[in-house]
């Protein structure tokens, strides 16, 4: 059971669990919660009622139970838009999103930059409502997973590729309206999130890629590369407990199959240390070290200007 309470630990649930107050079945619309969310499928069961929101402990909100997906827009400033968009999937083990961690303070960053950020806040698997409740059963759910018992219970939700299919679509069809280049429209993920953003790759046709992906730390196993793989920016910490680098198998899948990728391996982070990285830790450089590939990749650059 240590052995759980510290994975739990790593993908920041247990802080989370321990923070939850039960609350009434009304709660405040979307809207409230997220001001200029916008629903992604109006054919998602449940509403925003189902979610439980809370505070997490030096990470900010963070919310569970998501049953109606959402994406929110953060644009530049008037003037400053580079015509790059990036869809940000935050993470929390598909059982909870890091909406502030590994959400909103990435997606601001971003648009002091001059990038347009969308966070998605994706459909997740079903957690009891009450805290201690929740956390046994997050703690059984990583559990069985951390130990191979796949069949009985995976950290997965099929749903969530369909979010980020559905966001990534969204932000395409309307991005002269957000002042975005559809040709340079790609993805960051964290975790769970990464999974997301690189399941959603994997399930789309070469028209349809993402412009490029950031895999942040995520499972770093092979993949199955498709052709014309859009570029990979892999980014995680030497000493995570969650998903060991094992010789960065993803990104010399990437690399064996020629097509553009880079690799941050950070010394210390552990698992979680979001976007704006961990103190004391390199891990911090993350943001302007993406940003950097990004220009380096020609998305910061509009087309017009080429």
């Known amino acids: 059971m ?83 968009g990036v869809i940000i999937f935050p993470g929390g083990g598909f059982m909870a999103l890091s909406m502030d961690h590994e959400g909103y303070k990435v997606a601001r960053w971003l648009a002091d930059r001059g990038i347009a950020a969308f966070v998605v806040k994706y459909r997740l698997i079903p957690t009891p409502a009450d805290p201690k409740e929740a956390m046994r059963f997050m703690a059984m759910r990583i559990g069985q997973a ?29 991005a002269h309206e957000w002042g975005v280049d559809p040709a340079h429209v790609g993805m960051i993920g964290f975790s769970a999130g990464a999974m997301t953003a690189m399941n959603a790759t994997l399930a789309t046709g070469a028209d349809e890629h993402p412009a490029f992906v950031g895999y942040i730390y995520g499972p770093q196993a092979a993949v199955t590369v498709p052709a014309a793989a859009p570029p990979l920016f892999d980014a995680i910490a030497m000493d995570d407990p969650l998903f060991p680098t094992n010789g960065f ?9 020629r097509r553009p990728v880079e690799i941050h391996a950070y010394q210390k982070g552990y698992h979680g240390f979001g976007g704006m990285g961990r103190a004391g830790t390199t891990t911090t450089l993350l943001m302007e070290e993406f940003h950097a590939w990004l220009a380096m990749q020609g998305f910061l650059e509009p087309i017009s200007k080429k």
């Open 146 to 174: 951390v130990r191979g018992r796949t069949n009985d219970a995976k950290l997965e939700k099929p749903e969530a590729t369909d979010d980020a299919l559905a966001a990534l679509r969204l932000v395409r069809r309307d």
């Open 249 to 257: 198998p993803i990104a010399q899948a990437w690399h064996a199959a």
């Open 2 to 84: 240590r052995k759980f309470v510290r994975t739990l630990c790593a993908l920041g649930l247990l802080a989370q669990a321990a923070t939850m107050h039960a609350r009434p079945a009304a709660v405040a619309p979307i809207a409230a919660a997220e001001p200029g969310a916008i629903p992604l499928l109006s054919t998602a069961r449940g509403g925003d009622a189902d979610e439980i929101w809370t505070i997490v402990p030096n990470e900010g909100r963070s919310v569970r139970n998501v049953t109606v997906p959402t994406l929110t827009p953060f644009l530049p400033a008037a003037g400053k838009a580079n015509g790059a």
